[in-house]
């Protein structure tokens, strides 16, 4: 049935992109027809269709809505366009707790709810068997997983708890050995016991809504009411995926990723087609690639037209062989089955050139058009970008115009991101004449979408004098110094933005907390920011690793911790010319830290060995390349301290000469003795007492000595 379900699947899907909207009628409602005289297997085969509808794009949304305005007693489109809705009102919703998340989100949701509830109440009507309509009520007011997770619904947001069973109970008498639904009313374990929140999705695997305090030994008694009246394989699979529960409980609600593995190997023994995706994605989490290779193909063999399958598949790929053109292969299929992300990834593909692909940025920018025209909006960013500020090395694709264009449109699809750029740009007086009015409408609607972007824009703008808000509109700062009320104002908006995980907010913070207003500096807030930026900014963007490690190596500020510290300096090193990375070779010379045989960087205390030598002076080596002078003046020092031969000496001239050419004084010192000896180079009286004058000038003591005793 595999095949036949990805036959069925591509079928469908042309249809959709041909906009043959009698043929979909007629196509599922022969297979409701065939379900209503209960012919075999034809509850499965409804449940399919329905679920092969490519609810995630904008255009088979729009068209779902035109077939059910055509054809109003139609049972799937009511109960397909009921699902379009939902998706796009939880991708509104977000995965912010319900105490962080914006009035605009909750708002969506709960309008997405109240239409799509009334159609799938509407889809009850229009069948004798309505059982998939009873399903889909089911799922709705459970809260679907697929549509986002770690969110928070309050008792507004998901109706009468002591309700939600009905819809299942109806479904239930119509059949009573479906497997889908026995898996669904799995969800009652999230109700009972009450303090139980765990929630299983009706595509192909469990999905971890919220991890428990505790895991009731009730709910394995509950699950195995379940099993009554099924057969082997379907009380296999329902087995399969209560251990797909629990193994997402141990790995993520206990974080003990060993304890979970065995159950879900489990879960794969008793259903391999359940097992397989949850396995690669287990392995693909704990960057095991090979491993998650061959569970992702053995996934697609079931499952070869699960679009999300295809295209963590190609991330995967991507991962195990950056240079290779397999990962474009699965990203394509991906993208030509009808996944937005996908065609987003190919564009990122060609416009920088990865996995053995040619940079071709005409191919980018129509896989971000298409992307953006599905209703993908992070597309959308990106081609705004790209026509406002171009490509490195080619500026001829810049249209400002279009980047604006693109900016509004997305802004009415609810992208805060686009609302920052606008008011910056009512803002920014070099790239247009401002407009406080609109920079104030934009602003207010982003905090509305709950932009992150926003938040962040007014708070650092207030902080630096840039800005002030008077009333309810915004107005030059003026760049005078803002009052404490102001602050404390800025201060919270940036709050506001960092507790939602914008690492800019965060490091703003940080820095503040740190250098800001002395009536602000909080130098234990300084440390926690500071700690809590480079935690998530793995690449070091904002530069916070250095201040971390400062923190935690020191103990001033923050509880001393070693691995921590060892863990700040590893994670900015890689960030070439930072402080990090010329820290890091002084420790490794010092013996303070040393990279064990599995290249962890670790805590010592004893000799560097000349494994640790090799890496600190290839770090120092790399930072000189970029300019830190302070790593040019080390390697000067280490081999002029180390030095057996004339080419030791000479090479630490080098680095004394580039050390001094760029300003440090003691290098400029250093250089003047070098030829005032004749040490490594010839020697010359004229070149040392130029470079001991620059050196005694800049207030350097030996060198003003030295220069002395040459001249008498």
Known sequence: MQNNGLKNYLFLLELVREEDIDTLEYLYRGVQERY????????????KYLRYYPIKLKSAWQLAAQWQARYPQSYAAHIILADCILSDAYTKRGTQPVASASVYSLRSLKDGMDHAGALLETAVTLSRRPFHAWLYLGYMNAVDPRYGTAK???????????????????????????ITLRIAMLDALRKTPPEIHQVIAKDDEPVFHRPPEVWSDSMQAYAYLLYSGLPANARNEVRAVYRGHYAFYCWLGKNAPAEALPHMETMYRLAPHRGAPALARFYACRKEWGKAL??????????????????????????????????????????????????????????????????HLLKALNYYQVALQEGYIPAGERLAQLYWRGEEGNTGIINRVKAIHI????????????????????????????????????????????????????????????????????????????????????????????????LKAMACLARYFDKGYEEDRDPYAAAEWYCKTADQDLQDEEGCCFPAFKAVFYGDHKARNLKSAARYLHQGATVAGSECQNRLAFELLKGTFAYDSKGQLQPQLGIANDHNIRIALGLYERSAAVGHVESMYCLAEFYERNAVSKADHLKAFRYFLQAAEAGKTVAQKEVGCYYLNGLAVEKNETYAMFWLSMAADSGEVTARELLDRVKK
């Open 36 to 47: 209503e005289q209960q012919q075999e297997n034809t509850p499965g085969d409804l449940e």
């Open 152 to 178: 928070e619904f309050t008792l507004d947001e998901t109706g009468d708890l002591h309700q939600l069973p009905y819809w299942y109970k109806k479904a239930l008498q119509l059949e009573p050995a479906s």
């Open 294 to 359: 061959l569970y992702f193909k053995e996934a697609l063999s079931y499952h070869p037209e699960n679009v999300v399958l295809l295209y963590d598949y190609a991330g995967c790929l991507s991962q195990v062989d950056p240079d290779s053109h397999q990962a474009v292969v699965y990203y394509r299929r991906a993208a030509r089955y009808g996944h937005p992300a996908a065609m987003m990834r190919l564009g990122d593909i060609y416009r920088k050139g990865l996995n053995a692909q040619s940079i």
């Open 407 to 502: 900016l509004e449109k997305i802004v009415q699809q609810g992208s805060g991101w686009a609302c920052a750029r606008l008011a910056e740009l009512e803002l920014e007086k070099r790239s247009r004449t401002h407009d406080y009015s609109a920079a104030t409408h934009y602003v207010n609607l982003g905090m509305h979408y709950g932009s992150t972007h926003c938040y962040y824009l007014v708070g650092k703008r207030i902080y630096e004098g840039r800005l002030l808000w008077r009333g309810v509109h915004v107005v030059p700062g003026n760049f005078f110094k803002p009052n404490k009320e102001d602050r404390k104002m800025a201060l919270e908006y940036l709050m506001k933005s960092a507790s939602l995980g914008y």
